[in-house]
Every structure is written in C-alpha cells, then in structure tokens.
C-alpha cells in the first residue's frame, strides 16, 4: 500500500493545505491538549521519546515539508517556521533521541534513496518505530573522514562488512544506522565509499558504550565483523557515497546549528547538544543571589542576545549551516561558563551536596559545563566548521592535500 493510502486509511489527515493561521491553531493545540495526555504517566527516555513522536506524526506535525507519499505534509518553509515558533521550549526533551535518525537519517534518504528504501525506511522513522545511529568516524578516520577503512565487499545478494567506528551516538539504543564504508580502494579516497543502511541488531555488530567525563555513555565503539546488509540497502551510489556523506553533514549542521533553542526555566534536558537555555541562568543568577550583580546581568543580557541570533540565524534561508553551528557551539560554551560561575564558585569538580544554592540543580548544571566541550566536535570540529566557511561560502583557497588523486590503497595510513 503506499503511504498516500496507508496515511487516509490509519489517520485520515486533510490533504488540503491550512491557512498559516489554522496552522498554527493546529500546532497549539497538539502541544497544549494533545502532548500533555500522550505523555501522561509514561516513563524512560526512550517510551517518552516513542509516545511523543508516534503523537506528533499522527497529527501531522513530524514531517511538514516531506512530499505527502512519504508521511510528510507537503507544506513550504513558512510553516515549519510557524511550527518552530510555536513549538519553542515545548518539545520534550527527550526529542534529542531523532536527531541523527529524524534529524539526518530521513532527510538523506528523502533526498537520496531509491523508492524501495524510501518506503521500507521514512515512515517508521518519522514515527520513531526505528532509531538510528551514524556510522561515520574511525579510530583513524575523524576530521579526515574520507580516509575512513572499514570496508564492505559485495557477496552474492548481501554486502559484507568489516572494520572499527567510534563515538557512535546511541548505538546502543538503534535497529539502524546509517554506515560509511569502503567499496574500491584502488579509487582516490573520496571517489571508493559508498553509504548504507545497517541492521545494528545482528551477530556481526558488537556496541561497547564508552562513559564520558559526565558520567553518561553517549557515544560507543563499534566492532563489524562480516557483518551483512542486503544488496539494495545503498543510499545514493555505490562509490558515491562521499556526495551522501556531505549531504548528511549539512542536515546535521543544521540541526546542532538551529534546533530549538531557548527552553523554559524549569524544563531540564540532559541530551542533546543543546545550549543552557538563558532562562535557566536567570533562576539560577536568583537562586544564587546574583540576580542583582550587574556584570552577571550584562552576561546575561550578551547570552540573551546570542540566544535571539542563533535562532534567528536559524530561520534564515540558505544559510551556510556552519555558520549556525559555530554560533551555537559558542553560546553553549558561555553559557556553561557562567553556569560555572554562579553555581560552583569553588570548585570546577563537584558532587551533588557541595553546589550550595543550587542544590537541586548541581547535577544538571555540571552536566553541561562537562558536556558544552563535545558541542564543538561533534558534527565536525569549529576548525573544520571554519576551513568550510573559508572554503565554501568565501571562496579561499582550498587547503593543501597531496592525497586527492592518489588510490586510497596507496595512502599512508594512521
Ligand atoms: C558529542 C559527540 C558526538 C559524536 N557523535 C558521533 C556520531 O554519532 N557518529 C560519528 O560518526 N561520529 C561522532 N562523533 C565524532 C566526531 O565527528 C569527531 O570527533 C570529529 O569529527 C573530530 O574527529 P576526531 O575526534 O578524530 O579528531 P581529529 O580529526 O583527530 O582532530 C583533532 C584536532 O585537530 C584539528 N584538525 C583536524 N584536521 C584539521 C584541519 N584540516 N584543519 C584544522 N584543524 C584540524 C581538529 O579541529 C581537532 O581540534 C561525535 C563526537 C562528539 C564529541
């Protein structure tokens, strides 16, 4: 059945376009109605993030711009801008969960995939049946990307898969992934890799969980040995997987550069690379007894503004999604540093009973301070954020490399 069917039969949503208006009367009322009784009484990140998305696709909130044959609305960018203003500091937090499946994932395979995998893929995605990880970087293979080793040789009706990635986010928790390996390495590196879709879930795939300095296991190491993927589960090209790649960095640039940023006061979210959200620092300025202090009020003020900019920058269109990135990247190391500042004055390490008035929220205030250093790797480093801008948007020379034209299996490897 296709979507289009599936979608009038299972929801029976209006294919008719709203008025911004009705619109956005449609988005408050999921969020105010809907969302409350969704999540009422259920718990864990993971139930919580299903019930929500499973709510927002049902209602036709998950996909607003997607073509309608793929679960999405086929609606223009004017309406996913009134949804961001409307879903602002609303969204659950435990939302962080889509942002490699929902966030980079579908967009890739929208853009990318044949119609077998868009169909088998984009609907249980959008709906958070499926979630999904990024198998990009290797112990050796990091900024240099394309120089990544894990290899997978064709064998009868099934690629075979062998070879090492790490900092997989939430691979412990995926069915999928979204897989870079090597398919010719007699082509120059950029030229021989080809993206895929992973089943995690099989003997060949072994997830180690590797615990951060904030005490979480974000990310984890990865081991494929002969793992299997079938024939056709290829995103793009076979051996143009490089084109796929990049086209996956800029989505997820977007996402860290833009998402939702500015939360309320009192909604805590311990996920997700996501700035302190400046209403908290005020509570936390008058939980402190700092409210007053006019050079805790000027930072204030300057993360305020950085808060209104990155947004903003965010409902720029054509925006280079670097530019986002490092913008945020920056907010979320100020931010943490003020944190630093007026909840733990006397000591960078802490444990929940010494930060004196804060006590309640010393856990989740350290969390950031520890966690706002990784915002600017993942996604690509701000160096890399900033060779890109250099390269892309102002036209510099590119930078030098001597590898290029050479055959990946003549490289000197790390
Ligand atoms: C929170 C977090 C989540 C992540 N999640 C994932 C994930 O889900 N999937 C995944 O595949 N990867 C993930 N990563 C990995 C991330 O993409 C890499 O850490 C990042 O690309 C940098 O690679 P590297 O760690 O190997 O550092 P390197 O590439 O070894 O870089 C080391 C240093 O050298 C600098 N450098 C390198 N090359 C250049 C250059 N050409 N010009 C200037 N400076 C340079 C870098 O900026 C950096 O400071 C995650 C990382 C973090 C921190």
Not at 121 to 141: A, D, H
Not at 173 to 200: C, N, Y
Not at 265 to 285: D, M, Y
Not at 376 to 390: A, F, K, P
Request: proline share 6%; hydrophobic share 40%; aromatic share 8%.
């Amino acid at each position: 059945m296709t979507w289009r069917a599936a979608d009038q039969q299972r929801y029976g949503r209006a294919m008719t376009t709203p008025t911004i208006e009705d619109f956005r009367g449609e988005v408050r009322s999921f969020f105010e109605e809907v969302l409350p009784s969704t999540l009422d009484g259920v718990h864990g990140t993971i139930p919580r993030a299903k019930a929500w998305r499973a709510a927002l696709f049902d209602h036709g909130l998950a996909a607003i711009d997607y073509p309608v044959e793929h679960g999405g609305r086929g609606l223009g960018p004017e309406y996913l801008q009134v949804y961001r203003d409307e879903s602002r500091g609303l969204v659950p937090r435990e939302d962080a969960t889509f942002g490699i499946g929902v966030g980079m994932a579908m967009p890739t395979i929208r853009d990318y995939a044949d119609d077998d995998l868009k169909e088998r893929f984009i609907v249980p995605g959008l709906r958070g049946e499926e979630l999904w990880c990024q198998m990009y970087s290797e112990p050796g293979s990091g900024s240099d990307l394309a120089s990544l080793s894990t290899r997978a040789v064709l064998d009868g009706d099934e690629w075979i898969v062998t070879g090492q990635k790490v900092w997989t986010s939430g691979a412990q928790h995926s069915q999928l992934a979204i897989l870079l390996a090597r398919t010719d390495p007699d082509a120059p590196k950029h030229r021989g890799i080809t993206m895929f879709v992973l089943p995690v879930e099989q003997d060949g795939v072994t997830v180690r969980p590797l615990v951060q300095m904030t005490g979480e296991a974000e990310f984890n190491e990865i081991f494929i040995d002969e793992a299997r993927i079938p024939k056709h589960w290829v995103v793009g090209e076979v051996n143009g997987g490089w084109t796929t790649a990049v086209a996956l960095l800029a989505h997820e640039r977007v996402n860290t550069g833009t998402a939702s940023m500015g939360g309320s006061a009192t909604q805590r979210s311990k996920a997700g690379r996501t700035p302190i959200p400046v209403a908290q620092l005020i509570e936390l300025a008058r939980a402190c007894g700092r409210d007053g202090d006019p050079l805790v009020r000027q930072e204030l003020a300057r993360l305020y503004s950085g808060e209104k900019v990155v947004s903003w920058l965010g409902a720029r269109q054509g925006m280079h999604p670097s530019i986002g990135k490092l913008w945020r990247t920056r907010q979320g190391r100020a931010a943490a540093d003020l944190a630093a500042r007026l909840a733990f004055p006397a000591s960078p390490a802490w444990h929940p009973d010494l930060s004196v008035e804060a006590n309640a929220d010393a856990d989740y205030f350290a969390y950031h301070i520890l966690n706002c250093r990784g915002m600017s790797l993942g996604g690509g480093t701000d160096e890399i954020q900033r060779n890109t801008l250099g390269e892309r948007a102002l036209g510099l020379p590119r930078e030098p490399g001597t590898d290029r034209d050479t055959p990946f299996r003549e490289l000197l490897k790390n």
